[in-house]
């Protein structure tokens, strides 16, 4: 009985009739240039370049940002999206490294970019949670304003100042120095 189908399917050119594809599949099949790295297997990008991570302690936190549409997503995609706070467009979030989030983080890989934060100048600490800026390629830098109370409230009172002065040409008035010039060409 097989041997006819064979036949039958070489006389006709049909081979995608014997091609089965049964059950879940397997990575290491599929995709062949992976590199082991500490038991685990890291797969090429773009242009067969592999971004090996160091071989130091691995992140505690990512930058997720959202770099697809949501348009013609499943739900749970969408829901993943919504959990993680990612559902507007280019919405950045801080997830913490837990294999719950690198779950759900696997499952929307295609709609995110991950990158891991990095602290090149030490952790910051709680005094310092308000001088921290998050940089676009996840280093996450301290940055504290030396300026004294004194020379800061010099700059306001200057400001107020300024505000206040007569000779100061406000947006109103520059307006209409434009329309003017506008006008009268000569």
Known sequence: MFKRILSACVNHSKPSLLVRN??????KFLYKDGVKVNNIFYYP???????????????????????????????WEKRILRDLGLYESNAV??????????????????LVE????????????EA??????????????????????????DRL?????????????DGETLRKDSRLKWLNAW
């Open 157 to 169: 009172e200057a400001a107020v100042k300024y505000s206040k002065t007569e000779e100061r040409m």
């Open 114 to 125: 991950v990158l891991p934060i990095r602290f090149p100048y030490g952790e910051p600490t």
């Open 93 to 110: 979030a801080v997830v913490k490294n837990i294999p719950e989030n690198n779950a759900r983080l696997w499952k929307v890989k295609h």
């Open 22 to 27: 049964y059950g879940k599949h397997n990575k």
């Open 45 to 75: 990008r773009e242009n067969n370049e592999h971004s090996l991570p160091n071989t130091g302690e691995p992140s505690k936190l990512f930058r997720v940002r959202r770099i697809k549409p949501v348009k013609g997503c499943p739900h």
């Open 128 to 153: 310092d949670i308000s001088y921290t800026f998050l940089k676009e390629n996840g280093d996450c830098v301290v940055v504290k304003d030396i300026t004294s109370r004194e020379a800061r409230n």
